[in-house]
T-cell receptor, first 116, second 109 residues
Framework: NAGVMQNPRHLVRRRGQEARLRCSPM?????VYWYRQLPEEGLKFMVY????????ESGMPKERFSAEFPKEGPSILRIQQVVRGDSAAYFC??????????????FGPGTRLTVL | DAKTTQPPSMDCAEGRAANLPCNHS???????VYWYRQIHSQGPQYIIH???NNETNEMASLIITEDRKSSTLILPHATLRDTAVYYC??????????FGSGTKLNVKP
């Protein structure tokens, strides 16, 4: 059973460009979470999505950031007009739709975004 | 805003048990205790979680106090590959997780 997949693993953008990060959840999982980790810090929650719905975006910056999880295809985290402060590791996690008490969030390997 | 308190770092000799403490005095009745670890800058790896009872799996054991205000993750025979940052999280699945600063475990030969 393949784990959570994220691509690209490394992404370099110049200031003002757009960054698109993709996350394919584990097979059978329909819940996706995005977290950001700045250097030397813990992960910070950004957004929680189900298929075609944003459930909780309380951790997402109000401007330039958006996320989607379409009916078909991976979840996308989009950052418009990137700035140097967006440089970080972005992790995606997924969990199953009907997770019981034994289930939790499973994380992907992350995308390292560097803004020049 | 992490709801847990962990020591910033701990050392452990290879082959010995590593006992990582976590305080979560404000835990609510239905919140679980989860443990993850992050090796270098890889994605967090799930270790174990529990609600009230002690839990054990192939990786570790989780001991939760009766009042649920603290817990201990036990790695029974630490190896060099267990060197990582260990995060204790309280919460629910289908909800955001708060990651604090974690405990940097250094396993030494």
């Amino acid at each position: 059973n393949a784990g959570v997949m994220q691509n690209p693993r490394h992404l370099v953008r110049r200031r003002g460009q757009e960054a698109r990060l993709r996350c394919s959840p584990m097979k059978g999982h329909s819940h996706v979470y995005w977290y950001r980790q700045l250097p030397e810090e813990g992960l910070k929650f950004m957004v929680y999505l189900q298929k075609e719905n944003i459930i909780d975006e309380s951790g997402m910056p109000k401007e330039r950031f958006s996320a989607e999880f379409p009916k078909e295809g991976p979840s996308i985290l989009r950052i418009q007009q990137v700035v140097r402060g967006d440089s970080a590791a972005y992790f995606c996690a997924s969990s199953p739709q009907y997770g019981g008490s034994l289930d939790t969030q499973y994380f992907g390997p992350g995308t390292r975004l560097t803004v020049l | 805003d992490a709801k847990t308190t962990q020591p910033p770092s701990m050392d452990c000799a290879e082959g010995r048990a590593a006992n990582l403490p976590c305080n979560h005095s404000t835990i609510s009745g239905n919140e679980y205790v989860y443990w993850y670890r992050q090796i270098h800058s890889q994605g967090p790896q799930y270790i174990i979680h529990g609600l009230k009872n002690n839990e054990t799996n192939e990786m570790a054991s989780l001991i939760i106090t009766e009042d649920r205000k603290s817990s201990t993750l036990i790695l029974p025979h630490a190896t060099l590959r267990d060197t990582a940052v260990y995060y204790c999280i309280v919460g629910y699945n289908f909800n955001k997780f708060y990651f604090g600063s974690g405990t940097k475990l250094n396993v030494k030969p």
